[in-house]
């Protein structure tokens, strides 16, 4: 988990959080997803997705790792825009 840490604050500090939250909804649309069911399969309040894909709220990187599980992709993915 230490290590998804280290990835999480490098992609924020970097990158920024408005840009993860974008990349997050990007792969939702990509995989012709809705919001609601995303929050559903992540355990998260479709509010509180909402909010971390629109920069508004920072999420911790057990938040993270449960929307990459919901999406059904690889951290890494995050990173790479196709």
Do not use: H, P
């Amino acid at each position: 988990m230490y290590i998804y840490k280290i990835v999480l604050d490098y992609f924020i500090n970097t990158i920024g959080i408005i840009d993860l939250g974008v990349r997050i909804q990007d792969l939702i649309k990509e995989k012709k997803l809705k919001q609601r069911d995303v929050a559903y399969d992540s355990g998260l309040d479709v509010e509180n997705l909402r909010k971390y894909v629109k920069g508004k709220q920072e999420m911790k990187v057990s938040t993270l790792l449960k929307i990459v599980r919901a999406l059904d992709v690889k951290i890494e993915d995050l990173f790479n825009e196709e």
